[in-house]
């Protein structure tokens, strides 16, 4: 079996601070792994993946993640919080070509 | 414009008539899914759809049915709705290749009285 974990309902942080939203994940097979951003009222939106390679995988709107097999973890991560940022982040697994897991999601707060 | 389009956007009907959702997209994508959201439970799937005439259960079926007779779309139908599938339904598609993000639509939210 598959799982996502976003230990964190919440993060808040200051604009201009890093920012980490933490996942960690199980699978047996393919660690295919997905941060989604959703803001209110909208549908998901793909913000970057790790598949293979380097560990540190960037995308959207200056949001990066580390991947780290040992911790089974996929943190996402950013240098400097924008007020903009705040929305409900989710993280995703996707070992093969059909089920997906999410996370619970974090809703992460940046304030001014 | 790439879009996953879903119709309607808001419904509210009462126990035991039928209904159903539609999802479309115009990204010639093999891969379609269907999602409910609720608080504290985060996305949970429902379906999926890998081609045409292709479909099979996620992690939450029970009380679903769903068909891809064409590529573009893959509607999610209630036959009995009861008051626990009131939730935020999203319908995502995607590439069949696994290393695709999803492409998602805006999203239906479903009231079951």
């Known amino acids: 079996a598959q799982s996502v974990a976003q230990p964190e309902d919440q993060v808040n942080v200051a604009e201009g601070n890093p920012l980490t939203v933490k996942c960690t994940y199980s699978?047996?097979?393919?660690?295919?792994l997905f941060w989604y951003v959703q803001y209110p009222n909208r549908g998901l939106q793909f913000l970057l993946k790790?598949?293979?390679?380097?560990?540190l995988v960037k995308g959207s709107y200056g949001f990066e993640a580390e991947f780290n097999k040992s911790q089974t973890s996929f943190h996402l991560k950013k240098p400097s919080a924008l007020v903009s940022d705040s929305a409900l982040y989710f993280c995703?697994?996707?070992?093969?070509?059909?089920?997906?897991?999410f996370g619970d999601g974090t809703t992460l707060t940046v304030k001014p | 414009e790439a879009q996953v389009t879903q119709n309607p956007r808001y419904l509210i009907t009462v126990t035991g008539k039928k209904l159903t959702v539609t999802c479309s997209q115009n990204?010639?994508?093999?891969?379609m899914s269907w999602y409910r959201q609720d608080p504290g439970l985060g996305l949970r799937q429902i379906y999926y759809?890998?081609?045409?005439?292709?479909?099979d259960k996620g992690d939450v079926p029970e009380g679903y049915k769903v068909s891809r007779k064409e590529k573009r779309n893959f509607p999610l139908i209630l036959e009995s709705p009861s008051p626990n599938q009131t939730s935020l339904y999203f319908c995502?598609?995607?590439?069949?290749?696994?290393?695709?993000?999803?492409?998602f639509g805006p999203g239906t939210r479903l009231t079951v009285l």
């Open positions: 995502a598609s995607s590439p069949l290749n696994t290393e695709d993000g999803q492409f």
């Open positions: 699978v047996s097979g393919n660690p295919y």
């Open positions: 790790y598949i293979t390679g380097d560990n």
């Open positions: 995703a697994l996707r070992p093969n070509a059909g089920k997906s897991t």
């Open positions: 990204m010639n994508h093999e891969y």
């Open positions: 759809s890998m081609n045409v005439e292709v479909t």
